[in-house]
């Protein structure tokens, strides 16, 4: 058709080619960007020995934390070794006890076989730069509430051959069981948010519930289910092996009938077979806007962020440079922001379960405010033999279950991570890129009728975001490969995208920030580089995978579609203004500032308007 022709091909490529190399950002060299390992998976610990040494020791405090109710404590701890080495490390263990006896096997073992990681690690060295000459040495770490109490051990040898040299003394949380760590979510309905939270109540022990209601006004109770998952749900080490610890147990309630725009207060508590309660601290947020509703909504995704230490454990050195960044600047900005969507690979704990207690912990301050949805990564699924599309072990043997589990999605099947919501004037169609998603597929079905079940009169703004790179991307692994997208990703998509006008695919796994042209079958069908207006010729793709994960390289190959690439870390916000207005921005997360943004606008009749694939069935009858 006339309009797919806007420009001859040959002056549309060489004017996005030069615009391209113009407008690139140029990729930063980070020395502490990591490899993509988690670092728990650098410790050999069941290699350990045991050389306790009578002259070593170690010992932590204050003892006792929380105390006023807090979730987090600093200990200090203090080292003392007669024969220090530069690579001698302190390992946190918890529960406090990790020796043979807490194995999970028939056999006899030497002492003091450990047969569990650790939750985190520091080098003795870490502040004392002499601590090899002086065998003296004071860390500080930052200790979350998880359940259990805490013991400090200082190893010898390094990583690879560690040798137990003393053990501490044990620190404990005042409440350990206490609930903590709420996770908002969209429901089913509208109407509707859920509420999920971790505490040490098994349901024998306790009843869990949500006290809430209008701010300001008398409160209701709503009850909660209660799930868990133990080592058996596991499918692959190292979740089923050294990196298996208790996740607790982890509740849900519904908060039903909520009233439009509308501030709650709620608080999350459990009732003692005594009678007596124990609570969480009080929390509040606003609920949805009626679908359809014209008001100012402001939606942020990203993808990718993974978990960092604040006390400066290796996991933040080395793994996760940029998460803190990104959570720190969306805490910042919580008063700007309506709803949160996390597209995938999420704390990166791949097999070592106590990393979810630690990524729930950090993002609490804007999980419990505003909704935090959440898509599937190979990072969460990907386990060998377990039926992901993906034959790899990506997830370190969680095959999904900590994810689905800790976390609630509107899905009919929470093991399937598709799923359709509904915010304001936005339709969210959320694919799982984990699970097949191929013309004739289960998945294919949903995908259609999600994106065919959009109301755009009342809802103009369609958007479909995936984990892995479905549409187009210029990673350098992608260009390498020739195909600048996941394999086999558009070649069924392209035609839903374009048949039901999506506006925006956002995808994440590629860990920079790129912006691709309207497009339909490789080819930009505008010329327009930053405000877009009148009929849905193509989709935007958007890849926003820089949370806080290492960065990906851009390919050497200069893609004609690219737009702005940017090799950093960062996550961008939708605005809607009203029915016909959307503002795109894209923020860095080292200062939070807009480094590139787009407009859409357009009014009803241009969505409904026939565009090639992409036309309603007409006759001439009369």
């Not at 500080?140 to 137990?164: C, E, H, T």
């Not at 022990?205 to 409160?219: D, F, I, K, N, T």
Request: glycine content about 8%; aromatic content about 14%; hydrophobic content about 35%.
């Amino acid at each position: 058709m006339a309009f797919f022709f806007l420009l001859k091909v040959a002056v549309l490529l060489v004017f996005l080619d030069q615009f391209t190399v113009a407008h690139n950002i140029k990729p930063k060299l980070y020395a502490d960007a990591g490899d993509g390992v988690q670092p728990l998976s650098k410790i050999q610990i069941l290699r350990a020995v045991s050389q306790l040494h009578e002259n070593a020791s170690v010992s932590a405090y204050p003892v006792l934390l929380g105390t006023k109710g807090e979730d987090l404590g600093w200990v200090t701890v203090t080292i003392s070794s007669p024969t220090p080495a530069p690579d001698d490390w302190v390992a946190v263990f918890s529960p406090a006890v990790f020796n043979a006896s807490t194995c999970p096997y028939n056999e006899d073992y030497y002492e003091p076989y450990i047969c569990t990681s650790p939750i985190k690690y520091k080098f003795a060295n870490y502040s004392s730069a002499d601590y090899a000459a002086t065998g003296n040495s004071t860390l500080k770490f930052q200790l979350i509430n998880q359940r259990a109490d805490f013991s400090f051990a200082l190893f010898s040898g390094g990583l690879s051959n560690p040798k137990l040299v003393a053990v501490s003394n044990n620190v404990t949380f005042a409440y350990p069981k206490a609930p903590l760590y709420p996770r908002l979510a969209l429901g089913k309905l509208w109407d509707e948010m859920t509420v999920t939270w971790t505490s040490g109540y098994n349901i024998d022990e306790a009843v869990p519930l949500v006290e809430w209601g209008l701010e300001g006004e008398p409160q209701t109770r709503s009850p909660a289910g209660t799930l868990t998952f133990s080592r058996r749900d596991m499918c692959a080490a190292p979740a089923r092996t050294v990196g298996w610890r208790d996740p607790g147990f982890i509740h849900t309630s519904f908060l039903k009938d909520l009233w439009p725009n509308s501030v709650y207060s709620y608080k999350l508590g459990h009732r003692l077979s005594n009678g007596s309660y124990i609570w969480s601290k009080a929390y509040s947020f606003k609920s949805s806007p009626y679908p359809g509703q014209e008001s100012l909504q402001r939606v942020i995704i990203f993808g990718d962020m993974g978990k960092a230490e604040r006390d400066g454990s290796n996991e933040y050195a080395d793994y996760q440079p940029g998460s803190l960044n990104t959570t720190d600047q969306l805490i910042k900005d919580l008063d700007n922001i309506d709803i949160v969507f996390h597209i995938g690979d999420m704390a990166y704990a791949n097999g070592y379960i106590s990393q979810w207690d630690q990524f729930t912990s950090q993002v609490e301050p804007i999980s419990s405010v505003v909704p935090y949805m959440i898509a599937s990564g190979n990072h969460e699924r990907d386990t060998t033999g377990t039926g992901s599309f993906y034959n790899t072990n990506d997830a370190g043997g969680e095959c999904g279950v900590p994810a689905e589990t800790m976390y609630y999605v509107p899905a009919e099947n929470r093991a399937k991570f598709w799923y359709a919501t509904d915010y304001g004037m936005f339709h969210f169609c959320i694919a799982d890129t984990e699970h097949d998603w191929r013309e004739g597929s289960e998945q294919y079905k949903f995908i259609e009728k999600c994106l065919a079940s959009a109301n755009r009169h009342k809802q103009p703004w369609l958007i479909f975001a995936a984990h892995r790179v479905l549409g187009y991307s210029s990673n350098s692994w992608y260009g390498q490969e020739g195909s600048f997208d996941e394999p086999m990703g558009r070649d069924d998509m392209q035609k839903l995208w374009q048949r039901y006008k999506v506006d925006i695919a956002f995808y994440g796994h590629v860990h920079n920030y790129e912006r691709i042209c309207p497009i339909y079958q490789n080819q930009c069908v505008t010329a327009e580089i930053s405000n877009y207006s009148g009929t849905v010729n193509g989709t935007i793709h958007v890849v926003v995978g820089g949370g806080g994960s290492h960065l990906s390289d851009f390919s050497s190959l200069h893609t004609v579609w690219s737009i702005y690439q940017d090799r950093d870390y960062g996550y961008t916000k939708l605005t809607a203004y009203n029915h016909s207005s959307l503002l795109l921005e894209y923020m860095k997360s080292s200062d939070g500032k807009v480094y590139d943004s787009f407009t859409i606008s357009r009014d009803y009749r241009d969505v409904l308007a026939c565009v090639h694939d992409g036309c309603e069935p007409t006759t001439l009858a009369t």
